[in-house]
Every structure is written in structure tokens, then in C-alpha cells.
Nanobody, 112 residues
Framework: QVQLVESGGGLVQPGGSLRLSCAASGRTFSSYAMGWFRQAPGKARERVASISAIGGSTAYADSVKGRFTISRDNAKNTLYLQMNSLKPEDTAVYYC?????WGQGTQVTVSS
């Protein structure tokens, strides 16, 4: 079993940056491909970015390409999402995912 705990969300002005972290428990962290998803009010949950188990392959939603970077540190059992040039439409609850496991989410609000 894997437990995921996100952190790093908050309120930021348009154009600003945030770095989300997802701390994972369990010794099998490095065997999972992982991803970040987000859900805005009234909208379906969408995949933002994903990364392979070893970290050599990444993929991004078109809406965040060139602005967000996903990375992982398997030695620290931690997944990251660096978010730059944030826009109001990035406002959502961001979730960490590993297979069938989900974190509780962290709120990101982009507003002036």
C-alpha cells in the first residue's frame, strides 16, 4: 500500500510560481509511474503531468507544456511539480497519483 501526502499549494499572483511536493510512504515508490492531476470547481479531474517509474519519461497536458515540470526523487520517495508562469485558469485542487492511490489534494489559487 502507498500513502501520498501533497504539500506546497497556496495563493499566488498571475505569473508567479509554486512548487508542489508529494511525499509517499512505502518501499515500492520507485516501482510506480506517477502523475499530477487537478480538478477545478465544476470540472472533471484532468491529468496535468506524468512521469515514469525511473523518471526518464515525462508527459504534459497541452495547457501546461513549457510552464510546468514534473520530477521525482526516488531516494526521498517524493514527487514534485514545479509550476511557473501561473495563470488564473490553473486554479484547482492538485492531486498526486500512483496507480490506484491518490493523495488528499492541495489547493492552488492563482489570483490578483
Amino acid at each position: 500500500q502507498v500513502q501520498l501526502v501533497e504539500s506546497g499549494g497556496g495563493l499566488v499572483q498571475p505569473g508567479g510560481s509554486l512548487r508542489l511536493s508529494c511525499a509517499a510512504s512505502g518501499r515500492t515508490f520507485s516501482s510506480y509511474a506517477m502523475g499530477w492531476f487537478r480538478q477545478a470547481p465544476g470540472k472533471a479531474r484532468e491529468r496535468v503531468a506524468s512521469i515514469s517509474a525511473i523518471g526518464g519519461s515525462t508527459a504534459y497536458a497541452d495547457s501546461v507544456k513549457g510552464r510546468f515540470t514534473i520530477s521525482r526523487d526516488n531516494a526521498k520517495n517524493t514527487l514534485y511539480l514545479q509550476m511557473n508562469s501561473l495563470k488564473p485558469e490553473d486554479t484547482a485542487v492538485y492531486y498526486c497519483n500512483a496507480g490506484i492511490y491518490w493523495g488528499q489534494g492541495t489547493q492552488v489559487t492563482v489570483s490578483s
